[in-house]
């Protein structure tokens, strides 16, 4: 079969795919039975998102600017962001060591279980889509996601 869409196009719809089940695990934290639980906006639930996935590159702590950088937000709304899962425990500010003035943001053992919740049912929802694609689908897949990381 020959394909004649472009293959940025056929990335973007992968793309946007992803980032659609990626929101639907957030949502999914947002019901009202899990909100009760966690008490969480959407926004919240993405911050801890972004900033679970800054600290596999940054494990020492996330900047403000950065994080604001990444959420696409001032840093000011940022900052309250930050101070409001702080609040409920999910997140924590500590000393930057190269810069006196500036604070590093992690996640708390409770931000990290959050997180561990919310992707559980991203992977969840991705192993179910998998189940409609052959071994060979699979192998295909996983040889094109390795050629297009290098």
Known sequence: MICTES??????????????LRRDSIRTINSPEMKKMYGLTVRQG???S???LMLEEEPDGVSLKSLAKRMQ?????????????VGKGYMERKP?????????????????????????????????????LTA????????IVTLMGK
């Open 7 to 20: 293959p940025h196009n056929t990335f973007r719809k992968l793309l946007e795919i992803l980032d659609e």
């Open 50 to 52: 972004q900033l679970k």
């Open 46 to 48: 993405s911050a801890i």
């Open 73 to 85: 937000m001032t840093i000011p709304a940022t900052s309250l962001l930050v101070e409001t899962m």
């Open 136 to 143: 060979e689908d699979l192998k295909t897949l996983s040889r």
């Open 96 to 132: 930057n060591p190269t810069d006196r003035r500036a604070v590093c943001i992690t996640l708390t053992e409770n931000g990290l279980s959050l997180f561990a919740n919310v992707y559980a049912q991203f992977h969840n929802e991705l192993d179910r889509r998998a189940k409609a």
